[in-house]
């Protein structure tokens, strides 16, 4: 059974940075692609970035891009998140996602395993 364990989220000021950490159990993260979502108050869950299976490719939502970037290491199956640049718009549940058949990365319906989240809360 697949477990996706997020850690790392907090309350952070405006400008500051996180760094989240998706602890995978249940499979071999090298043949997932992970992924991070989030989903703000009253907003629907949204891609925020990708890492292909073996960690070759990343992706992103242009909202994040040179702001975050995403890791992974499979030789811990963990998933990583650095957030620097962090603004108020941030703020949500960061979720953890993984899958072995990748159609399309920044759709949730792609991912067949998802985390419970982590609150990031950024106060401007």
């Known amino acids: 059974q697949v477990q996706l364990v997020e850690s790392g989220g907090g309350l952070v000021q405006a400008a500051g940075s996180l760094r989240l950490s998706c602890a995978a159990s249940?499979?071999?993260?090298?043949?997932?692609?992970m992924a991070w979502f989030r989903q703000a108050p009253g907003r629907e869950r949204e891609f925020v970035a990708a890492?292909?299976?073996?960690?070759?490719?990343?992706y992103y939502a242009d909202s994040v891009k040179g702001r975050f970037t995403v890791s992974r290491d499979n030789a811990t199956n963990t998933a990583y998140l650095q957030m620097n640049g962090l603004n108020h718009e941030d703020t949500a549940v960061y979720y953890c996602?993984?899958?072995?058949?990748?159609?399309?990365?920044?759709?949730?319906?792609?991912?067949?395993?998802w985390g419970q989240g982590t609150q990031v809360t950024v106060s401007s």
């Open positions: 890492v292909s299976q073996y960690g070759g490719i990343a």
């Open positions: 996602a993984a899958a072995q058949r990748v159609r399309t990365y920044d759709l949730a319906s792609t991912y067949d395993d």
């Open positions: 249940g499979l071999t993260s090298s043949t997932y692609a």
